[in-house]
């Protein structure tokens, strides 16, 4: 069965179920995808919330973390679910404007790239397509 992924209205759910950052990014016009140590799939860059974080540090970290972003802005778009197998996860997607890029921090990702087009394989590829038509929709720029 596959995956289920709704877009929710802002303060519909509940701070704490919020477990996931998705941050959907461009630099110089292109998209900002990751690929982990020892994978051949490419993802957005996302990771679980740390104890004690907000869902914004989450997303601030994991951007650093996955791509050495180092000036951005960052925009909360939309809570979201996911289902799959009977299970609902939550998250919180953002949109990143990277202005300025360092060197890729030592941690999960081996590589972080810069696409026109949605990259192949995705690791996820039943959800992060609809984050990223989600915000191709708001940036109106009809490039997907």
Avoid at 49 to 65: C, D, H, K, S, Y
Avoid at 77 to 105: R, W
Avoid at 112 to 128: K, R
Wanted: glycine share 6%.
């Amino acid at each position: 069965m596959e995956p289920r992924v709704r877009f929710l209205p802002d303060d519909s759910v509940e701070d704490s179920l919020l477990l996931i950052a998705v941050i959907i990014s461009r630099y110089e016009d292109k998209w900002v995808f990751c690929r982990q140590h020892g994978k051949t799939t490419w993802e957005a860059p996302a990771g679980h919330r740390e104890p004690g974080e907000t869902i914004v540090q989450a997303a601030n970290r994991e951007l650093f973390e996955e791509t050495g972003a180092l000036e951005y802005t960052l925009i909360p778009i939309c809570p979201y679910s996911v289902t799959m197998e009977g299970e609902t996860n939550y998250g919180q997607l953002f949109y990143a404007d990277i202005h300025k890029l360092g060197p890729l921090p030592p941690f999960e990702i081996e590589e972080a790239a810069f696409f026109e087009y949605v990259p192949s394989p995705l690791t996820y590829p039943d959800i992060q397509p609809m984050f990223i038509f989600k915000i191709g929709e708001m940036l109106g720029n009809g490039k997907l």
